[in-house]
């Protein structure tokens, strides 16, 4: 069964025009991040309770307050009179750069402007880790040890409490994303050298960590409940992808159309979305 949607298809194409002239009028240098709402979220023990690593994740971008709050959660000045970070360092060395991947470009975490400074406009999500997530979940960080911010140390000591530092900073990171409903997973799965040149880094950089932050994704499920109706719920890009072909099929919604399976629910679910 195939439904034509050539309205559908018109008011992609406008979208889609409308949002290229969104990001070219938003190419900018730098991001300057709004101050962090320190009075939300859930408490501590919520957080800690509800903390974990998600793997599947839906493109939906995260909004500028939310960026911002999540860069500060991580490494963020929290004692403006000293510099010092929400995240202890050792030495208070300082020694971590967040660098943040975007479909925008990649940018590097100035603490004391609270800003995001570009390094270049390339989208490198793909190459921030061997996971296919990686290319379109909207944020991938990944922490960077600068070691000339150590001194004159024992290289041992900076391999050392560069990794311990970074720890902690994935740590903030995934409480702030549990205590407000963001999906996350910190990764060592990276291609460190293969990125580093992409980063355009100094040969005293040295990549630590990813860390991919956004939303869950959700997935598309359609069945009837114990009143025989047909509760439904249809994932952002499953909506997407059936705007952009112009068309829906039973098979979208699971039918099989082997003669075998039962594919009334798929079918009444085309049907159900289709009159939506
Ligand atoms: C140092 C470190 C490196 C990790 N590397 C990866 C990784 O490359 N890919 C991945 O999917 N998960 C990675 N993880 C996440 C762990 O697999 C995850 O924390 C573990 O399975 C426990 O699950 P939980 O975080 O939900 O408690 C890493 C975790 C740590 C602490």
């Known amino acids: 069964m195939k439904i034509s949607l050539l309205r559908w298809r018109r008011l992609v194409v406008s979208m889609l025009l409308i949002g290229s002239c969104t990001v070219l009028a938003q190419k900018q240098d730098s991001i300057k991040l709004l101050p962090p709402q320190t009075d939300i979220g859930k408490p501590l023990m919520q957080a800690l309770e509800q ?12 909004s500028l307050q939310e960026l ?3 860069i500060w959660a991580g490494n963020g000045i929290n004692r403006p009179e000293t510099g010092k970070r929400t ?3 050792a030495w208070n060395a300082q020694d971590i750069d967040i660098y943040v991947s975007t479909s925008e470009g ?5 603490a004391k402007n609270h800003s995001l400074k570009q390094i270049h406009d390339k989208d490198i999500r793909a190459h921030t ?9 909207p944020v991938n960080l990944v922490y960077v040890s600068n070691y000339k911010k150590f001194g004159e140390r024992d290289i041992e000591d900076m391999k050392f409490y560069s990794v311990a530092n970074v720890g902690f900073i994935a740590q903030n990171v995934y409480l702030y994303c549990a205590s407000q409903g963001l999906a996350t997973v910190v990764r060592g799965m990276v291609n460190k050298s293969e990125l580093a040149k992409l980063m355009e880094l100094e040969p005293e950089q040295n990549i630590i960590l ?12 359609i069945g009837t409940d114990e009143n025989g109706g047909l509760p439904g ?12 072909q112009g068309s829906i099929c039973s098979s979208d919604f699971g039918a099989k159309g082997d003669g075998k399976s039962d594919d009334i629910n798929a079918i009444a679910a085309t049907h159900a979305f289709f009159e939506m």
């Open 51 to 62: 903390r974990k690593s998600t793997r599947e994740f839906s493109d939906k971008k995260l």
């Open 68 to 70: 911002s709050n999540l």
């Open 87 to 89: 995240a202890p360092s």
């Open 106 to 110: 990649l940018y590097i975490y100035d």
């Open 129 to 137: 880790g061997g996971q296919d997530f990686v290319a379109d979940a």
């Open 210 to 221: 990813a860390q991919t932050v956004g939303y869950a994704k959700i997935e598309t499920q």
């Open 233 to 244: 719920n249809v994932s952002p890009e499953d909506l997407r992808k059936f705007k952009s």
